[in-house]
């Protein structure tokens, strides 16, 4: 399984982005799989953000709940991350994950740094 995070920049506090997560892989069916949004801040372990189900239910950190809107898209393969107020805190290195049987599968991460 291949994941791939984007999106990631710099945004002043307030402010909002979009993360998106394309996965791929010979025998993978992203549709049939929860898809699962992570982050590290430097120093800190990595945290678990939210995750999406094949039912698209949703949940969430208590940090991010009201702020962070997890989506995906079936057809093409994609997992969004839609954080909105974002505040200083958040900074911090955000991947996407996905759980097959006993193995947690990465993407390479995107970089989110919020700051005035």
């Known amino acids: 399984v291949q994941l791939q995070a984007s999106g990631g920049g710099l945004v002043q506090p307030g402010g909002s982005l979009r993360l998106s997560c394309a996965a791929s892989?010979?025998?993978?069916?992203?549709?049939?799989?929860?898809m699962d949004w992570y982050r590290q801040a430097p120093g800190n372990e990595r945290e678990f953000v939210g995750t999406?189900?094949?039912?698209?239910?949703?949940t969430y950190a208590n940090s991010v709940k009201g702020r962070f809107t997890i989506s995906r898209d079936n057809a093409a393969n994609t997992m969004y991350l839609q954080m909105n107020s974002l505040q200083v805190e958040d900074t911090a290195v955000y991947y996407c994950?996905?759980?097959?049987?006993?193995?947690?599968?990465w993407g390479q991460g995107t970089q989110v740094t919020v700051s005035s």
């Open positions: 994950s996905v759980r097959l049987g006993y193995t947690n599968y």
């Open positions: 892989g010979s025998g993978f069916i992203f549709r049939f799989n929860a």
């Open positions: 999406i189900d094949t039912s698209h239910k949703t």
